[in-house]
């Protein structure tokens, strides 16, 4: 079973940037896709990116133009680049691994923006 392990969040001011990496500990390329996730406190887990196997990427019209996905194969890390975040961005943000029929789950890392 891979393992999942976010890192790179934190407290920013709004405007301001963050980096997270997820580490995986194996290959991603055996995955369908890659994927970053956010939930906020009372609200349901979303979608944020994702980012299939030969670099396709998706990303929630709320993100568009201020996140980037990308992925480093050799490293089986996968990174969300957030410039220009806002306090609605605060959430906790969890990385995913998906196979045809499964999903695994990171613990998650936690982004606070603050106005």
């Known amino acids: 079973q891979v393992q999942l392990v976010e890192s790179g969040g934190g407290l920013v001011q709004a405007g301001g940037s963050l980096r997270l990496s997820c580490l995986a500990s194996?290959?991603?390329?055996?995955?369908?896709?890659m994927g970053w996730y956010r939930q906020a406190p009372g609200k349901q887990r979303e979608l944020v990116a994702d980012?299939?196997?030969?670099?396709?990427?998706n990303y929630a019209d709320s993100v568009k133009g201020r996140f980037t996905i990308s992925r480093d194969n050799a490293k089986n890390t996968v990174y969300l680049q957030m410039n220009s975040l806002k306090p609605e961005d605060t959430a906790v943000y969890h990385c995913?691994?998906?196979?045809?029929?499964?999903?695994?789950w990171g613990q998650g890392t936690q982004v606070t923006v603050s106005s």
């Open positions: 995913s691994a998906d196979g045809r029929a499964y999903r695994i």
């Open positions: 194996r290959s991603i390329l055996s995955f369908v896709a």
């Open positions: 980012i299939t196997s030969d670099s396709n990427t």
